[in-house]
């Protein structure tokens, strides 16, 4: 694991000088939830690139890492995790990846998240269920089944994320989340990337370059407009 990091890192420090720079960026809150069977160590070195261009960030691990108490005990965690670091009142951005999505979508929606929250950028995660989760068992992976109880019920609260930028990304290369285009949100900016593999979405300099730009808009706006990109 630390040898992917490091060659990830260094992927990012080869990314385009599109991305703002450290002088041109604000001060930004940004939290980072992992996916399944990960911990916050999957986002070491976005993390390390954003605290260097000044923005805060808060990157729990979750546990159980594989949700089988239920996806909603690790947006309860999120939740805690959050107002530790900040309090209640503090505004932020989410940048999710896989069943990290899934998590933060409930804490937004269904526990009083959506009030604070600027933006949420998914990176593929399975909105629609995946067929992989039929695969293992646990109360998360049966959450995570397509037209499970758990999606109905987060379609139903969608609209608390109005005023939410949402973005989503999704690779065709995925083999986790089945099919691919489950990770199309209708609700949010769509985005496609071809990542080789599924953890790999993360990674992609189109993605990252989208974090740091919608950041630096962002804090040039004073969140005056949420949906600015």
Known sequence: MKQF????????????TQASSPSEM???????????????????????????????CLVPSLIPADARSG?????????????EKWGKDADFHIVA???????????????????HCHSLITL???????SA????????????????????????????LTNVTLISYRTPLDLIILP?????????QNHKVWAPAHPLVLYSPRVQRHIFNL????????????NAI
């Open 5 to 16: 990091n490091q060659i990830c890192g260094f992927l990012l420090a080869s990314l385009s």
């Open 124 to 130: 593929a995660t399975p909105h629609h269920g995946t």
């Open 180 to 188: 691919s285009t489950s990770s199309h949100w209708e609700l949010a």
């Open 26 to 56: 604000k001060k930004e809150r940004v939290v980072m939830v992992h996916g399944i069977f990960q911990s916050g160590h999957c986002f070491y070195p976005l993390k390390k690139r954003l605290e260097k261009a000044g923005h805060d």
């Open 97 to 115: 990846h896989s069943m990290g999505g899934l998590i933060s979508r409930y804490y937004l929606q269904e526990l009083g998240g959506h009030e």
């Open 71 to 83: 996806i909603e005990t690790l947006a309860d965690q999120l939740r805690i995790a959050i107002e």
């Open 215 to 226: 950041l630096g808009k962002s804090a040039e706006k004073g969140h005056s407009d949420k």
């Open 133 to 160: 989760a039929y695969l293992y068992p646990g109360k998360g992976a049966v959450q995570m089944r397509p037209r499970s109880e758990f999606l109905q019920q987060l379609e139903l609260s969608e609209d608390r």
